[in-house]
């Protein structure tokens, strides 16, 4: 199907525990981000990525790593979790920077992670 | 700090009435500006923009108006509809930056 997909779409783990989320899209869109949505702190960006192999950080980085090494990948790793890393994590994509405030950021449908 | 502020967390509203959502900013170097909404267990759907050269942006029953002097920009939904009923997020950039997001307001449309 075509779109922004993510994976999974419910997940729950241990605290410690090495966790990755996907996520994956078809419109070849150059950028991607990581957010996370947190009750009285809306969407939060924790990872962006302007390319394949060019990542940078968000307002919330710490305890996330992400890589993309292709254009339509990009997922989320939680090295270690914790339990303050309970959230909905959210994937988006857009065709163009930011920069020019003209973009539209496409969102994937959501990852819930439990951490125990 | 947070840069985005939605202070009302929640509004109902009859349907064929005029549904008012407020945001407000910090950074007055915040120059575009968007709403998204949001249904249970979705993602947010794209709704609406401003730039900061224009105060008012119609789309059909959406109208987004910003008052930079304020720093705030509101979204009308007229007539609001029982399908309206979700949850909205503002959010702002300034150029070359990220997109900050509100905390949301969560509508409901009586019918």
């Known amino acids: 199907d075509a779109g922004i997909t993510q994976s999974p779409r419910y997940k729950i783990t241990e605290t410690g525990r090495q966790v990755t989320l996907m996520c994956h899209q078809t419109w070849s869109h150059s950028y991607m981000f990581w957010y996370r949505q947190d009750l009285g702190h809306g969407l939060r960006l924790i990872y962006y990525s302007a390319a394949a192999d060019i990542t940078d950080k968000g307002e919330v980085p ?13 997922p989320l790793t ?39 | 700090d947070q840069q985005v502020k939605q202070n009302s967390p929640s509004l109902s509203v009859q349907e ?18 968007l709403w998204y909404k949001k249904y249970p267990a979705e993602g947010p759907t794209f709704l609406i923009s401003i730039s900061s050269i224009k105060d008012k942006n119609e789309d059909g029953r959406f109208t987004v108006f910003l008052n ?10 007229v007539p609001s509809q029982p399908g309206d009923s979700a949850v909205y997020f503002c959010a702002a950039s300034s150029p070359g930056n990220q ?13």
Not at chain 1, 84 to 112: I, K, L, N
Not at chain 2, 16 to 33: E, H
Not at chain 2, 68 to 77: D, F, P
């Open chain 1, 62 to 74: 710490d305890g996330y790593v992400v890589s993309r090494s292709k254009t339509e990948n990009f």
């Open chain 2, 16 to 33: 064929g009435r005029i549904s008012i959502l407020n945001c407000d900013y910090t950074n007055s170097m915040f120059d575009y500006f």
């Open chain 2, 68 to 77: 930079k002097s304020a720093k705030h920009l509101s979204l009308h939904i």
């Open chain 1, 78 to 116: 939680l090295e270690s979790a914790t339990r303050s890393q309970t959230s909905v994590y959210f994937c988006a994509s857009s065709e163009s920077t930011w920069a020019g405030g003209t973009d539209t950021q496409y969102f994937g449908p959501g990852t819930r992670l439990t951490v125990l």
């Open chain 2, 99 to 111: 997109f900050y997001f509100g905390t949301g307001t969560s509508l409901t449309v009586i019918p």
